[in-house]
């Protein structure tokens, strides 16, 4: 049973900084697909970073590429977001799938975690 705990975001100003993690617990395997979601009210949950924990490359949507840095160890991810704007504001999860490394497709991934909520203003 796969377990996902977010951490780390809070109220930050335009073009601060914020660090998020994710516990992830549970895997029976070291490759696991992995992504960074967010969800603003009233939007649709938009998939912003894709990765595995089995290493190769990690996918970025086009508008945080060059501000957010997604890394892993053991059995952590992090999510360091820089040059915040107001538009970054939302709920961001991370999520796991079994099957869809890769995909921005949150129907892809079975796994969850509550989420933590970010909010530049």
């Known amino acids: 049973h796969v377990q996902l705990v977010e951490s780390g975001g809070g109220l930050v100003q335009p073009g601060g900084s914020l660090r998020l993690s994710c516990a992830a617990s549970?895997?029976?395997?070291?490759?696991?697909?992995m992504g960074w979601f967010r969800q603003d009210s009233g939007a649709e949950r938009e998939g912003i970073v894709m990765?595995?924990?089995?290493?190769?490359v990690t996918s970025y949507v086009d508008s945080v590429k060059g501000r957010f840095t997604a890394s892993r160890s053991e059995r952590t991810l992090s999510l360091q977001m820089n040059l915040l704007k107001p538009e970054d504001t939302a709920m961001y999860y991370c999520?796991?799938?079994?099957?869809?490394?890769?995909?921005?497709?949150?129907?892809?991934?079975?796994?969850w975690g509550q989420g933590t909520q970010v909010t530049v203003s």
């Open positions: 990765l595995s924990f089995g290493g190769g």
């Open positions: 999520a796991a799938s079994t099957s869809r490394c890769y995909s921005r497709r949150p129907d892809d991934y079975e796994s």
């Open positions: 549970g895997f029976r395997g070291s490759d696991k697909c």
